[in-house]
């Protein structure tokens, strides 16, 4: 039982603060668990540095190139972890439970894996980036207080052999800051007691989907989780979640904002030359993104030349890129987990037409408009500011000819002008647009207009789809943009060329 809640020591750091809960040694209580003892005697050094040792992720011992002292995550401290949980445990009923499962491996064909993407909302309370894992935040009555239990995978030298090192259960200790560890495999037999002696549950992971192998019976209705379940008053765990992770805290902008800048710098390195295939661009962003800084791509791109921009969701990029149409690049990076999401629209020959160039500046002013009220003081919501969006462009399209009776705006733009990042491109998905936006939301402004090839249509502008999205955080007075290294000023984009 954490009291304090304090940050994580590292492993092979003296203590030097009394107000500091010492790492102890662990001992086995019942199958499968280790825990904590508040009797164990305090000791100064870890018995192993953990420079020494093999982890299933980068820790700070292992990477200093990757991580500080103090932090689990890339930006993110165990501090900063306890105090999530802590929040959670918080919004729980007395002697409540959460239980969280991690993502799973999964498998393209045979024992070809995909890359791991971990669960989101597990990872931001355990910061643990490792598959086959389950978290339980158990509330200790009706105090502040709460129990950490992380059940993971166990070191297994031949397994590690092939498919890289585990964590392992110690490492939930020292590592992870959990105050009881165990094998993921006797699941079966460590949740029981947790479920039993709960008030409520909440969890998303009920049907236990991908974690049957730690349960029994589980070809049978009910199975084994659900039967645990039965008798206890189970809610969802997604909306405490959501409320915890929609308002950013200092360290997640900032990992946003270092997303933001290597996927924006990548983007005009991309404007600067001239390319003949959707694949090949596609390829360079990705390099880009890597080699600048960011740990890998945030989501699937689209790379759409010509018409191929006015399918939204366009992501073949096998075609061709031809002189004298417009290439929409929607992509960004992921930096400690945090992702930035950027849409740029520029000449494939690197000058604009005038109607490219007409219509471009009329989304572009839209936009920087919509991004000037991404601030507090300005009272709005993501849904006012789409109807502010939707005005604007509605006028703008007038005054260049385009006739927007009927149905014409939802034709030409039909989408919403923007929704939450974070963790994940659309992150807390669910979560209203209609929530008034303050300081600590992060949201993306992405006006975009997509003119059919049709008679309906000023013959100029046919057949060009344009989107021009950044990714900005609002703050009291004034919007911080994420991602201002994706240049986006006409004079900027022609001036790569010259």
């Given at each position: 039982?954490?009291?304090?809640?304090?940050?994580?020591?590292?492993?092979?750091?003296?203590?030097?603060?009394?107000?500091?809960?010492?790492?102890?040694?662990?001992?086995?209580?019942?199958?499968?668990?280790?825990?904590?003892?508040?009797?164990?005697?305090?000791?100064?050094?870890?018995?192993?540095?953990?420079?020494?040792?093999?982890?299933?992720?980068?820790?700070?011992?292992?990477?200093?190139?990757?991580?500080?002292?103090?932090?689990?995550?890339?930006?993110?401290?165990?501090?900063?972890?306890?105090?999530?949980?802590?929040?959670?445990?918080?919004?729980?009923?007395?002697?409540?439970?959460?239980?969280?499962?991690?993502?799973?491996?999964?498998?393209?064909?045979?024992?070809?894996?995909?890359?791991?993407?971990?669960?989101?909302?597990?990872?931001?309370?355990?910061?643990?980036?490792?598959?086959?894992?389950?978290?339980?935040?158990?509330?200790?009555?009706?105090?502040?207080?709460?129990?950490?239990?992380?059940f993971v995978r166990p070191k297994d030298p031949k397994a590690e052999q092939w498919d890289g090192a585990r964590s392992g259960e110690q490492a939930g200790l020292d590592v992870f800051n959990a105050d009881e560890s165990g094998d993921i495999n006797h699941l079966h037999?460590?949740?029981?007691?947790?479920?039993?002696?709960?008030?409520?549950?909440?969890?998303?992971?009920?049907?236990?989907?991908?974690?049957?192998?730690?349960?029994?019976?589980?070809?049978?209705?009910?199975?084994?989780?659900?039967?645990?379940?039965?008798?206890?008053?189970?809610?969802?765990?997604?909306?405490?979640?959501?409320?915890?992770?929609?308002?950013?805290?200092?360290?997640?902008?900032?990992?946003?904002?270092?997303?933001?800048?290597?996927?924006?710098?990548?983007?005009?390195?991309?404007?600067?030359?001239?390319?003949?295939?959707?694949?090949?661009?596609?390829?360079?962003?990705?390099?880009?993104?890597?080699?600048?800084?960011?740990?890998?791509?945030?989501?699937?791109?689209?790379?759409?030349?010509?018409?191929?921009?006015?399918?939204?969701?366009?992501?073949?990029?096998?075609?061709?890129?031809?002189?004298?149409?417009?290439?929409?690049?929607?992509?960004?990076?992921?930096?400690?987990?945090?992702?930035?999401?950027?849409?740029?629209?520029?000449?494939?020959?690197?000058?604009?037409?005038?109607?490219?160039?007409?219509?471009?500046?009329?989304?572009?002013?839209?936009?920087?408009?919509?991004?000037?009220?991404?601030?507090?003081?300005?009272?709005?919501?993501?849904?006012?500011?789409?109807?502010?969006?939707?005005?604007?462009?509605?006028?703008?399209?007038?005054?260049?000819?385009?006739?927007?009776?009927?149905?014409?705006?939802?034709?030409?733009?039909?989408?919403?002008?923007?929704?939450?990042?974070?963790?994940?491109?659309?992150?807390?998905?669910?979560?209203?647009?209609?929530?008034?936006?303050?300081?600590?939301?992060?949201?993306?402004?992405?006006?975009?207009?997509?003119?059919?090839?049709?008679?309906?249509?000023?013959?100029?502008?046919?057949?060009?789809?344009?989107?021009?999205?950044?990714?900005?955080?609002?703050?009291?007075?004034?919007?911080?943009?994420?991602?201002?290294?994706?240049?986006?000023?006409?004079?900027?984009?022609?001036?790569?060329?010259?």
């Open positions: 039982m954490k009291l304090g809640r304090p940050a994580l020591l590292l492993l092979q750091k003296p203590i030097s603060s009394p107000s500091v809960r010492p790492k102890q040694t662990s001992q086995w209580l019942g199958l499968g668990t280790r825990c904590r003892t508040a009797r164990e005697p305090r000791r100064s050094y870890a018995s192993i540095s953990a420079a020494e040792l093999q982890f299933g992720q980068p820790v700070h011992e292992t990477h200093p190139h990757l991580l500080r002292a103090g932090e689990i995550t890339p930006g993110i401290t165990a501090q900063e972890y306890a105090d999530r949980r802590s929040r959670l445990a918080a919004s729980l009923p007395d002697n409540g439970i959460a239980i969280l499962a991690s993502s799973n491996t999964k498998y393209r064909s045979g024992a070809v894996f995909y890359e791991f993407h971990q669960e989101p909302n597990f990872f931001y309370l355990t910061g643990f980036n490792e598959p086959e894992a389950v978290a339980v935040i158990q509330k200790v009555g009706s105090s502040a207080d709460y129990i950490f239990h992380l037999t460590l949740l029981p007691p947790l479920i039993s002696g709960a008030s409520e549950i909440y969890t998303d992971i009920v049907k236990c989907s991908g974690f049957g192998r730690f349960f029994r019976n589980q070809d049978l209705v009910p199975n084994d989780f659900q039967r645990m379940v039965k008798d206890s008053k189970v809610k969802p765990l997604k909306p405490l979640m959501h409320e915890l992770r929609i308002l950013k805290s200092e360290a997640e902008v900032a990992n946003m904002r270092l997303a933001g800048k290597y996927s924006g710098r990548a983007f005009t390195n991309a404007m600067r030359r001239q390319w003949f295939k959707e694949k090949d661009l596609g390829a360079f962003l990705d390099y880009e993104f890597k080699i600048g800084g960011c740990d890998t791509t945030a989501y699937v791109p689209v790379i759409a030349g010509g018409q191929n921009a006015l399918s939204i969701h366009y992501v073949r990029n096998d075609d061709l890129l031809k002189e004298g149409e417009i290439v929409l690049v929607d992509a960004g990076g992921e930096y400690g987990g945090y992702i930035a999401d950027i849409t740029r629209s520029w000449p494939i020959n690197g000058k604009f037409s005038d109607p490219q160039r007409d219509l471009y500046e009329a989304i572009l002013r839209v936009q920087r408009s919509t991004i000037s009220l991404c601030r507090e003081s300005a009272n709005m919501t993501l849904d006012k500011l789409h109807q502010i969006t939707e005005h604007g462009l509605k006028e703008a399209l007038k005054q260049l000819g385009f006739d927007m009776t009927g149905d014409a705006l939802d034709v030409l733009f039909p989408h919403h002008v923007g929704h939450y990042i974070g963790l994940d491109v659309h992150d807390c998905p669910g979560y209203p647009r209609s929530v008034p936006l303050e300081t600590g939301h992060c949201v993306t402004v992405e006006p975009g207009i997509y003119v059919p090839d049709d008679n309906r249509w000023p013959e100029h502008f046919r057949g060009i789809g344009i989107r021009i999205e950044d990714s900005v955080c609002v703050q009291d007075d004034s919007p911080l943009v994420l991602t201002t290294e994706a240049v986006k000023e006409v004079v900027d984009i022609e001036a790569l060329r010259n």
